[in-house]
């Protein structure tokens, strides 16, 4: 299975951008996908998951601005993100896996990766 991900870039603070993640050599709907945001300080933090049966959880600081969703006929979860702010600046994983819901935001609980992609907001 290999994953994809794209759609990042550099925006003001109050922009939106919308993250794609592209699933190949597997079906989407067998996995929980998932995002996660690394930064040069802390490591990859969780920051929403969709699961096979299509529910969806959200990182508290970001439930009101992102949301995930997927489309099993493209293969494709994806991130939009509103109202985007300084702290929300990282590379943004996205990770395909079969975690219990307890475990969702575990990242060890991820088999594949995606190669990240770069968000970068400017104040």
């Known amino acids: 299975v290999q994953l994809q991900a794209s759609g990042g870039g550099l925006v003001q603070a109050g922009a939106s951008l919308r993250l794609s993640c592209v699933v190949s050599?597997?079906?989407?709907?067998?996995?929980?996908i998932t995002w996660f945001r690394q930064t040069p300080r802390r490591e990859r933090g969780f920051v929403a998951a969709?699961?096979?049966?299509?529910?969806?959880y959200h990182e508290d600081s970001v439930k009101d601005r992102f949301t995930i969703s997927r489309d099993n006929a493209k293969n494709t979860v994806s991130l939009q993100m509103n109202s985007l702010k300084p702290e929300d600046t990282g590379t943004y994983f996205c990770?395909?896996?079969?975690?219990?819901?307890?475990?969702?935001?575990?990242?060890?609980?991820?088999?594949?990766w995606g190669q990240g992609t770069q968000v970068t907001v400017s104040s």
């Open positions: 990770a395909a896996g079969r975690p219990i819901v307890s475990a969702i935001k575990d990242s060890s609980m991820y088999y594949y």
């Open positions: 050599g597997g079906a989407l709907r067998s996995y929980t």
């Open positions: 969709i699961t096979w049966s299509g529910g969806t």
